[in-house]
């Protein structure tokens, strides 16, 4: 999933002053597994909000929706209804969906409740770690199922580099060194000799280097 | 301010907490009337928000009343209880409000002197620290 | 000879080739880089320059490199992939052979996080080894890394780093075996203080016959004080100390530490001769250059070859 982790709250609070009302959304998928922007957390960050205006002798309406997705137009689109009551928008979505109701509501202000991290998987409840970094050309069936571009500090592709230490990046010792669980990998599916097969430096066009990046498949393209 | 009277919100487990609430009735043992219990089928029920909205319906004070480590009827209630109440307590610092106003409290079924004193001390402890800011605001909703 | 290098003339001639180390100063003051080479000229084959090292922004290797040259020694350009893409590596290895520097070593570089700017984007376009083929073939090909003619190739003599300290051991050959696939020429390791640990190493790499494909040089740090020793076997990734090399110097008054430092440095030179598969040294005495020369002659490695440049 996307990962994120709500914004700290003076800043939310320094970026609503201005407002009386607003619209707090939050979203059903990646953000609600990461316990960052979903139902639950858009109850709990309302309530906060409110607190901290009441304390100031101030008011603050919020209205609580929580979409299905942001990240697509239709359900964006629900937002509708409620749109008008709001001065502005706060979203806890990730980047995406933060996006998405900007470009549908031109003249409505739109902030981000939430800091968007990683794509990343849950080790186990309540921790979730970088997996992937879309690169665009996966390696994955080389290295053993583990991406040397996401967890390798410096996205080696012909690691370790000499600062490995008990299976442990040279940058933290709770961080597992990339290659050193690729070799584990690549061990226990017994094709150590391919760890000797150099892998080229690589082309950087199918990730960001290229540029923001669009997939369009013409067959469900309407 | 003078002649403030906190009014506090206790979720109290129906295992401990609130069976020792029973025997401090039992035992005649007195408790301040601040204290206003809801009880819960277990600590863990209580969740984030529950005690968010008791703040911001203007509670003064809210605390959390489980069993010891290790007692849970429900194996680790207390445990996930105690670990909310530490999340919840860093967010009302961070908006102002102050984190001293919520607690976790554990206790056994037989301890009603321990029930009484802990009301007793969670009502001084937030008598001192005055009402809750949310009160400042124009609207604030005063339902006690 | 694939190169002009003094380096590689030394090592064809059969001799032990030596080089050491200059770190460039923190400021534009090549005064400092000067003075420091001073002290090792006549004393070493080819002197190093440190990229950035340890992440701190210092005076470039480019740079102080030209210093060097200027001074009539052999420099060796060492240049990490942390803070250059592709396309500024590629034009800084033209303008350094085109001052007459041909001799690069193509390292990682140590985490921004330890440095002064841990906030810096990490570059890493390409790692060590893909740089090490890209030099190759921008030499021996005669083509930059996209494809296209370069007009008189850089004939660069190349150079990587070896570790055989760090984790995971077993690893450690097989990494060399890559780094020499893609065409390194020498090989300077980590600086050695477990003899026995890189003696195993070295079996390694003569079983694979792999001491024969590039020449080793055994890196030799001289310890200054016990403090250093604990430093370097407490906090810096990588390192292998022994106890005993702390009990030596914990055991002699402090102002006798740096004379025990070097005896250890001698005595383990003399030792690594004797290993099969070790071409060279490159002693690092950091911030300490003054003592090189006094290794190099205890140690039995002077009069160094004079090789016309």
Redesign the interface.
Known sequence: MITAERK???EL?ECLRPYNRILLVGCNECVTVCAAGGR?EV??LS?????????????LEVKEMTLERQCDPEYVEELVTHIDQAEAVMSMACGCGVQEIARRFKTKPVFPAVNTTFMGASERQGVWAERCQGCGECVLGLTGGVCPIARCSKRLLNGPCGGSTNGKCEVDPDMDCAWQLIWDRLKALGIEDRYEDNIAAKDWRTGRGGGPRKIIREDLVK | MENFEPTIVAFCCHYCAYTAADMAGSKRLCYPPNVKIIKVPCSGKV???HI??A??KGADGVYVAGCLEGDCHFKSGNIEASKRVTYIKK?LD????GGERVEMILMSAGMGERFAQTAADMTEKIRKLGPN????????DNAA | MKTESVLEKVFASGELAVTSECGPPRGAVPEKIIEKAKMLKGYVDAVNVTDNQTAMVRMSSFAACVFIKQLGMSPILQMVTRDRNRLAMQADILGAYSHGIDNILCLSGDHPHFGDHPMAANVHDIDSVQFVQMIRDMRDKGKFQGGDDILNPPKMFIGAAANPFADPFELRVARLAKKIKAGTDFIQTQCIYNLDKFEKWMEGVRDRGLHEKVNIMAGITPMKTVGMAKYMKNRVPGMDVPDEIIKRMAGVPKEKQPEEGIKISVEAIERLKTVEGVKGFHIMAIEWEEKVPEIAEKAGLLPRPKIDL
């Open positions: 700290p709250m003076e609070i639950k109850g709990i309530s906060a909000l409110q607190m901290a205006f009441m304390k100031e002798g101030k008011t | 969740d984030a928000i968010m909205k703040l911001e967010l961070e908006i102002g409000i800011p949310v009160k400042f605001s124009p609207k604030a």
